[in-house]
């Protein structure tokens, strides 16, 4: 199960794509202001020569002010459909002759404007060139030629969509190369999430990554299956020291309570019959204040391992604190426990300890029916009735 916020995968993919998308950019910015330009510099480079060229064929007319000449050599321009509009000034700067292609007197004029005493002025909309009219080296006047961007513009028109096309279709191989390059880059780190989101699930840190990899990512992947190993080690040892007695490696009273009540449970569904048993080491007070408390724990573990061996192994064992232990026997009625009961007494009577010490114990047994806590007070109330009729005896408390 994925994250739900934005994902490695996708920052990667993404990253891939905002670079492929601001490098066409620059590139199709750049390529289309080179082609502007250039075109522009063209038609300023081609108009200057025209209007020397006219310039030479007008200063005639001018001289002689012949307007009707200078009106058919302008005239001449109507071939060229990019002038909108042609100007003629004396000297004076009285406006001699006009010629007015796609345009009118008034835009036109007002376009002249712009050129503010220039040789030449241009825009994405106009480009304007000025020269002068010669003649025997002094000038008799200027020649104004308006010309528009529209061939200009229908180039980069056509040059805007071949880098859409292009930009498409490198974006669309740069999202294949990503897609690939991310998958190859974040299995691994999704290997490390899956696992561990796994662990956290289940908290269970023997799971351990199997995968291998060729990069420096399986280092990462031993160290972090070294990590769980540890972790897991160190688990188990705080569960063992957690749940055992440290004497006599029995389960303690915390254990002892925790699997009675996952038992209880399916005890209560399946109807079975458990029984509980109570021990008390006879007397063992004395041992302690004759012999040490070294030979009263001695003594204590011998107990231990006296009883576990005349056990089974699903019957719960646990030290519930000093000379104090239960079992737990599952599925056991009260007529078998009575008679194993006596056999764990005699197996304890009959016992030499360290330093030969007898020793003897007293047993109190209950019948289980669902509630261990109900089922152990009935069972100590038994161990009392043992201790009070003499000891080294198994008493059983029956239900009425």
Known sequence: MRPKNRTIKSKLLLSYLSISIITVTLISITLFGFVYFKKTDVTIDLATKLSKIMGTNLAASLSFDDKQSAKAILNSLAVDKTIKAAFIYDKNGKLFSVYLGHTDLNKASQTLRLLHNRAEY????????????????ETIGKLILLYNTDEIKDTLKHILLILL???FVVVLI???IASTLQKSLT???????????DIIKDNNYTKTIQEKSDDEFQTV????????????????ALEILANTDPLTGLSNRRHFYEIIEKYSAMSAREKNISSVLMFDIDHFKN??????HDIGDEILKDFAKTIVNNIRKGDLFARFGGEEFT???????????????????YAIESLRSVQNIHFTVSIGVSEFFGKIDTT???????LYRAKESGRNRVECHRSE
């Not at 079992?327 to 006596?342: K, R």
């Open 122 to 137: 241009n825009d994405f909309d106009n480009i304007i060139v000025s020269s002068k009219i010669s003649l025997d080296h």
């Open 165 to 167: 096309i292009i930009s």
């Open 174 to 176: 740069v999202y294949k």
């Open 187 to 197: 299995k691994p780190i999704y290997t490390l999430v899956d696992t561990m989101q």
């Open 221 to 236: 992947f031993d160290g972090f299956n070294k990590m769980l190993h540890t972790i897991q080690k160190d688990k188990t």
């Open 287 to 292: 041992v302690n204040d004759t012999y040490g």
């Open 327 to 345: 079992l737990f026997l599952p599925h056991t009625n009260l007529e078998n426990t009575l008679v194993l009961a006596e056999k764990l007494r």
């Open 376 to 382: 152990i007070k009935e069972a100590d109330t038994a």
